[in-house]
């Protein structure tokens, strides 16, 4: 089934014809994404031929909405404008604002997600400085390479690290994923472990469910307490990276005393019955053992 993208989704892109916009639109196209317009208003008006497509250009989300019946927004808007192009999104109602960019200003982050939520909660929003989300064979929406696992499968994937989401991909590949989401490494995301835990607990698709997390904050403690009380689903597996003492470049990767720690996130998920692989290889070996294929 996949959770929050599926094949009839109808995706907008924010900044699509600026270079990193365009790259991405043709990678998505590529991978089978229906993607309906792009938004500029210095451009709108326009089609733009990607790879022999004409996708059309408008002034405004709502407007591009109006015209295609768009459903998801994709931001690959610069930093200094994200915010406004977040919040855009989000007073034209949305379902789903997929927010790219990284090196948003940290009060930026949280004055669109405060808008967001202030507008009832609508808007889901994925990120900032995230790598967006697939849903093999269906849909992809940011800049995770489709080819990596091309085909759906029988894991859902929750992820901090853009990287580790795509080397896990490629060591499960065979097995395949229902969605795989990047959440985003930055101090305030809109998306929590919790909230791809909750959707894949319901998703049918999903018989297994790995999250990958890294050193600093407690969002995985909190999905471990979670985990505990509400996750049923069988061969339930996570996995993290990073040892303490490295130097990481998110801004949510900040230990405070023994919180955020590797050790403390590992003891948390384990007491929840959770069985943690320290690298990516080694959850892999963790996911083939439940499902019999170790």
Known sequence: MAIFLTGESRVLVQGMTGAEGMRHTRRMLAAG???VGGV?????????????????????VAEGMA???ADVSVVFVPPPFARAAVEEA?????GLAVVITEGIPVHDAVAFHAHVRALGGATRVIGPNCPGLIS???SNAGIIPADIAPEPGRIGLVSKSGTLTYQLMYELRDIGFSSAVGIGGDLVVGTTHIDCLAAFEADPDAELIVLIGEIGGDAEERAAA???AHVTKPGYVAGFTAPEGRTMGHAGAIVSGSTGTASAKRAALEAAGVAVGATPAETAALVRGVLGMG
């Open 67 to 69: 015209a295609t019946g």
């Open 40 to 60: 500029n208003p210095r451009k709108a008006g326009r089609v733009v031929d990607v790879d022999d497509r004409g996708v059309p250009v408008f002034a405004t």
């Open 90 to 94: 989000a007073d034209a109602g949305i």
């Open 136 to 138: 093999p064979g269906r």
């Open 33 to 35: 994404t229906r993607i």
């Open 226 to 228: 979670y985990v505990a």
